[in-house]
């Protein structure tokens, strides 16, 4: 069963799904009605928890979109939004108010290096990521600047030429001055298996990467240089922008010390190196705070959002002073980028993580869960590779071991949707979408994790015993 909670959630007062599909259907964007086969109609929040308007309880395993960082409607988190929308919720960018220097100050506090003095804030990761290419280019002066393959950086029509997921490519120009560089993919890239990771999944092939030790590793780095060669004019380059795991590319995670040897050769060709830190920030890699730090650099620029916020609409671009001046007064700001009341959610969210240790409960669940989840492999066939860190978790489902193929969407679908169906949610992602992705709020427990691998073990049954 799932584990107790004593939260009792509002009765939902208004139509249930079906008569909502019967009659407001056709005023709706319909991507909402290609996830599950109907849409799970969500009514209410507490923690790592959510109700639908039947009253059905789930376990939230993808946390909004890995947005809902220390628990949905986090009680900490609402009083402090409550008190600031009481004395005042808008101001835009034109005026100074307390909440934005004193959440400015803490969140670069956050940050190592010379990465202290200069916040931008914005709305969404897609803008932090504009903002951050943007900065690089009057920086350095170059237009043209390299990506990784499989990395999602936003979804504006500019942002779709950064993010290297075809999926998410329509009607615009691919590149806008970007590249996209072959990413380390140690699961189904050409040397994959031969290089570290530290995804207790494929323990028997260590290799000290960080020490320079690791063939596989160096070829992936060649590759950069490789897009540095042949790419861009001069071998000059404005910007590297990376996960340190990729997210929606299905929770890929980068060997260790890949990031330390592309970020020299993006320097001495005069770039910055961005880290894009919208998904893997605040604590969710569970050793570190960032997921750059896992990699052992420290990036020029870093870009955030989702669980900045826990869920509400904010993002930020935190840089040096020195790549902040190029900016200087370039009227670069948004309407509603620094919104008070999104400081003092901002700031409320940093003193949870730091007051209720989250960090360290969400590294101890996600070693527990990632375990788990590894045992899986050798009981199905369609388990093809468990990796992850923290509560960044990927479970890639293939049709065999052997040949890696991707499980079909239909087949990856059903095994989804039997999940839900036990009131679990999880994730989806990879360029074949066969990718589950866990990377629930990080206040859930030992119980919740229990509950969900029994699930999940149902879920795999049930497509096996249809074979
Ligand atoms: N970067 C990463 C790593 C992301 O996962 C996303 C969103 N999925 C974005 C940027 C874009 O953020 P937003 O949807 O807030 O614009």
Redesign the pocket.
Known sequence: DMPPCDFKPDKHQGPDLKSVLATRKSNLNPALFTFYKEPVYIHQGHMQYLWDVSGKRYVDLFAG??TVSVGHCHPTVVAAAGKQMKKLWHTTNIYLHPKIHEYAEQLAAKLPGNLKVVVYLT???????DLAVLMARMYTGVFDCISLRN??????PY?MGVTALSTWRYNSPTGFGFQNAMNPDPYRGPWGGKHCRDSPAQPQRPCDCAKGQCVACDNYVDQVEDVLRYSMPKGRVGAFIA?AI???GGSVQLPDGYLKKVYEKIRAAGGLCIA?????GFGRMGSHYWGFETQGVVPDIV?M??GIGNGF?M?AVVTTPEIAQTMGKALHFNTFGGNPVASAVGLAVLEVIEKEKTQALCAAVGTYFIKELDKLRSEFEVVGDVRGKGLMIGLELVKDKATRAPLPADEVASIWEDTKNMGVLIGKGGLYGNCLRIKPPMCITKEDVDYSMAVIRVALQNHASKK
């Open positions: 979109i890995v709305n969404s990761g897609s803008e932090a990521n990395g999602y950086h936003g979804a504006s942002l996960e990729q997210g929606v894009d830190e919208v998904q893997t870009t959002a989702k609409p993002g």
